[in-house]
C-alpha cells in the first residue's frame, strides 16, 4: 500500500495541472508603446563617396606643381578628364585652372610630364575610367 | 587693398645681383605704397620649356614667389615696370588663394543620368523647346485620308 501511494504520489507530482486560457484579439491588450516601430536612420545606407581631393582636405595650387603634374598624361602633357581623374566638378575645375597657371608661370610643361615626377604614385588608372569614354 | 601673389623668373645670375635685383623689385612695390607679405624662393632650376626674353634664350631661371598686398591700381604699373627689366625673364600676378570650401559633389555627379539634377533641367528644358513651325496634319479636319507623302 505504501508503495503503491508513492508511486501515486510521484505521478501526481510529475503531472503539473496548468489552467489553460484561450486568448481573444478582444481582451487581449498589448501596450502600443513597446511594441512600436522605431524611428531611426537606414543602417544599410552606403557611406558618401568622395574624391580624393575632397577626402583629404587639398586644394590645388599652381605652386604646388607636382601634385598638379600627377594629372596630367605622361605622354602627351595634356590634362585628364575627369572621368579619369574621378574628381568632383569643383576640383577638377580648380585642378585645370592651376595646371594652366603652372604651365604659363613655366613651373609645369605643356607637351610632355617632367621625368622626376614620372615614378610619383598614381592616383588613378587611366585605363579604366570610371565613365566609358570614346577614345 | 588686395592680395597678389606676383611670380617672377628671374634670369641665372651671381648671388649678389641675385639680391640687388630682388632689392630692386621689392623697391619698386614699396614705392608704390604696396607691402611684402613674404618671399618664397622656389629655387634655381632649368625651365620646362626655353624662354626668350630682352633679347637672350633661357633655359635655367630662379623662381620666386613674393606675395604683396598692394592697390590695384599699382599692378598694372608694376607689371610694366617688371617688363622693363632685364633681370625678370616673366612675371604673372595672380589673386592670393582664398579658401573656398564646398562639400563634395562626387556621389551626385556618379548617379544614373535620369536622377542628376543637371540632366533634369536639360530635359525640362527640351520640353518647352516645341518645334512650331513643321504643320502637323490634323485627322478631324474634314479629310478622311492622309493628304500628304508618308
Ligand atoms: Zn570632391
Redesign the pocket.
Known amino acids: 500500500m505504501a508503495l503503491l501511494k508513492k508511486i501515486i504520489n510521484r505521478h501526481i507530482v510529475n503531472v503539473r495541472i496548468v489552467p489553460t486560457v484561450r486568448l481573444t484579439s478582444n481582451d487581449v491588450k498589448i501596450s502600443s508603446s513597446d511594441d512600436a516601430p522605431v524611428e531611426i536612420e537606414n543602417p544599410y545606407t552606403k557611406e558618401r563617396r568622395?574624391?580624393?581631393?575632397?577626402?583629404l582636405n587639398v586644394t590645388p595650387d599652381y605652386k604646388n606643381y607636382r601634385l598638379l603634374s600627377q594629372f596630367q598624361s605622361p605622354y602627351t602633357g595634356r590634362i585628364y578628364g575627369r572621368h579619369i581623374t574621378g574628381?568632383?566638378?569643383?576640383?577638377q575645375m580648380q585642378v585645370e585652372a592651376e595646371i594652366t597657371k603652372a604651365q604659363n608661370c613655366a613651373y609645369l610643361p605643356y607637351y610632355y610630364k617632367d621625368k622626376r615626377f614620372i615614378k610619383d604614385p598614381k592616383l588613378f588608372d587611366p585605363e579604366n575610367p570610371i565613365r566609358p569614354h570614346r577614345f | 587693398m588686395p592680395a597678389y601673389e606676383l611670380a617672377i623668373m628671374l634670369r641665372a645670375m651671381p648671388k649678389n645681383e641675385l639680391k640687388s635685383s630682388l632689392r630692386r623689385i621689392s623697391q619698386a612695390i614699396f614705392d608704390r605704397g604696396g607691402i611684402i607679405r613674404n618671399i618664397e624662393n622656389l629655387g634655381f632650376r632649368p625651365t620646362p620649356y626655353k624662354t626668350s626674353a630682352h633679347g637672350l634664350v633661357h633655359r635655367e631661371a630662379n623662381y620666386f614667389i613674393i606675395k604683396v598686398d598692394t592697390a590695384s591700381q599699382a599692378v598694372a604699373d608694376l607689371k610694366e615696370e617688371y617688363s622693363r627689366d632685364v633681370d625678370i625673364i616673366r612675371q604673372r600676378v595672380f589673386k592670393a588663394p582664398t579658401d573656398i570650401q564646398d562639400?563634395?559633389?562626387?556621389e551626385d555627379e556618379l548617379l544614373p543620368p535620369a536622377y542628376r539634377k543637371d540632366v533634369q533641367k536639360m530635359i525640362d528644358i527640351g520640353k518647352t523647346q516645341v518645334n512650331r513651325f513643321t504643320y502637323k496634319f490634323k485627322y478631324n479636319s474634314g479629310l478622311d485620308y492622309y493628304p500628304f507623302q508618308r
Open positions: 568622395q574624391c580624393i581631393l575632397c577626402k574628381l568632383c566638378r569643383q576640383k | 562639400s563634395c559633389t562626387l
